[in-house]
């Protein structure tokens, strides 16, 4: 289980944070359980409420008069219910679109608007809903886990072994050390992804052993991974990163977290 006591540092990220006011991440995480909760109400099974979720989404030119009560009824709904009270985790979003250069259009995850960031918050969440199950009735089970959670304070020892990369403990500090040591007691896999093909998983359930994955990252690319995932057939499962604070984003890196609490209880039987 999770450390009892652990304290986590409260961290800002490049367009969200899932911090609020205090050290904890634990009201992000109620409060994205309770939205998931009401919007249900409305659409009473999973898998419609995500396809609506990913329709909004990939409307991008549609979502911000959605936000503001127009349009497609569906997305207003969504919007109307999920922005206010998400919008404390993402207050850097628009300055962060404004200061990006066009040069790097290419990379839609960099352009993720507010709006979307919170339909793939709500849509994380209900991923793990559908797919828990079958995840853990998978033979193996294998998590990725980004390298942005290393201790750049410290030499990483990490080498590759069978799929990726994998941590070898070498810092008791570092929260790739946490969360691999963490994943192990609950017989899983942890790898530090440095180019895996996730189309070689697929490989690998077809060798007999179903394969389930946990993947651990900023919360555009962990809803990317997801659906690749998912596309391939492999049950997913996910825990989004406290903030967005890798090179990608911040032209460097720095410290970074992940909720050990909601990995446990993701991954307990």
């Not at 991008?60 to 219910?81: I, N, Q, S, T």
């Not at 052993?209 to 659906?227: F, H, K, N, S």
Request: glycine residues 8%; aromatic residues 10%.
């Amino acid at each position: 289980m999770a450390e009892e006591g652990f304290h986590y540092s409260p961290l800002p990220g490049k367009t969200y944070s899932l911090f609020d006011r205090g050290s904890s991440t634990d009201g992000y995480y109620d409060l994205i359980q309770q939205l998931a909760d009401e919007c249900l109400k409305k659409y009473p099974d999973k898998e419609t409420l995500l396809g609506e979720l990913r329709r909004a989404s990939a409307r991008k030119h549609m979502l911000r008069r959605a936000r503001e009560g127009l349009g497609d009824p569906d997305m207003v709904f969504l919007l109307g219910r999920i922005s206010p009270a998400l919008s404390e985790y993402t207050p850097f979003v628009k300055q962060h679109l404004e200061d990006l250069s066009i040069l790097r259009f290419r990379d839609r995850r960099l352009w993720t608007s507010e709006e979307q960031y919170h339909l793939y918050m709500l849509e994380i969440e209900l991923v793990n809903r559908i797919n828990r199950e079958e995840f853990m009735k998978c033979e193996r089970k294998i998590a990725f886990l980004p390298h942005c959670l290393k201790d750049f304070k410290h030499g990483c020892k990490s080498s590759m072994s069978d799929i990726d990369y994998v941590c070898r403990g070498c810092s008791n500090a570092c929260f790739l050390n946490r969360v691999s040591t963490l994943l192990r007691q609950y017989g899983i896999d942890a790898y530090i992804w440095m180019g895996t093909d996730l189309k070689k998983l697929k490989g690998l359930s077809h060798s007999g052993r179903r394969i389930g994955g946990l993947g651990i990252a900023c919360v555009p690319e962990l809803v990317m991974g997801m659906r690749e995932s998912l596309h391939l057939g492999l049950p997913t499962v996910g825990v989004p990163l406290s903030a967005n604070r890798c090179a990608r984003w911040m032209g460097d890196f720095y410290e970074n977290s992940v909720s050990l609490e909601r990995i446990v209880q993701l991954v307990s039987p």
